[in-house]
């Protein structure tokens, strides 16, 4: 069966530090995946999403940035955190095309 | 941007009552999911109905679609206090990632 891992769970940076969040997935190959960012008491938001290694597309221009360097890492990085950079941070995967996302348990990042 | 948006934005209703969800959305889509957060975690997939779909039923839960619209429900019969979550609607356009609402959090009153 398919899993997907972030890590770490929770995490806490100063302003202006550097960022690695990691995702992989397990017992599936050439997945799509994504990263959303959740703040307090809202919905999710798309930030990036790849449909494969080495491709990247970026939906909102931010401090962020992410990488595919293998089939099912995905990561999100950032050179120097602000404080609007906290949030909830998740990751997901999808077979094909269309269908249903699975959800990794999350990042929560706070940025002081 | 956000692009599905539930009412009510909390609910709270006696276990064993029915709780609906409505979730209205702007543009065309493929698709229209619906996932549930439980406090502090991730998100979990729980139905999908399909653009040319107009009712779909999965356990206790049944969603509708009106693409004239643009809108969804999400009804949950009989609740439980394990119900007791933030339910969000997401669009799918495309290949690339959906589109969430700002979500419903529902209590389940013991």
């Known amino acids: 069966s398919q899993t997907i891992h972030q890590w770490p769970a929770t995490l806490v940076q100063p302003v202006g530090s550097p960022l690695s969040l990691e995702c992989t997935v397990e017992g599936t190959s050439n997945p799509n995946l994504y990263w959303y960012r959740q703040a307090a008491g809202r919905g999710l938001q798309l930030l990036f999403y790849?449909?494969?290694?080495?491709?990247i597309s970026s939906e909102v221009p931010q401090n962020l940035s992410a990488s595919r360097p293998q089939d099912r890492q995905f990561i999100l990085s950032s050179k120097k955190l602000l404080l609007s950079d906290s949030g909830f941070y998740l990751c997901a995967w999808r077979p094909g095309l269309d269908g249903e996302q699975y959800f990794g348990p999350g990042t929560r990042l706070t940025v002081t | 941007s956000q692009q599905g948006e539930e009412d009510p934005q909390a609910l709270s209703i006696q276990e064993g009552e029915n709780a609906t969800m409505n979730c209205s959305y702007k543009?065309?889509?493929?698709?229209l999911q619906w996932y549930r957060q439980n406090s502090g975690r991730g998100l979990v997939h729980l139905i999908l109905i399909r653009s040319n779909e107009r009712e779909k039923h999965s356990g206790r839960l049944r969603v509708t679609l009106d693409t004239s619209k643009k809108s969804s429900s999400l009804l949950i019969t009989a609740s439980r206090a394990a119900d007791t979550a933030s339910y969000f609607c997401?669009?799918?356009?495309?290949?690339?990632?959906?589109?969430f609402g700002k979500g419903t959090h529902l209590i389940i009153q013991p």
């Open positions: 997401a669009t799918a356009g495309g290949a690339d990632g959906l589109t």
């Open positions: 543009t065309s889509i493929n698709n």
């Open positions: 790849s449909v494969g290694i080495g491709q």
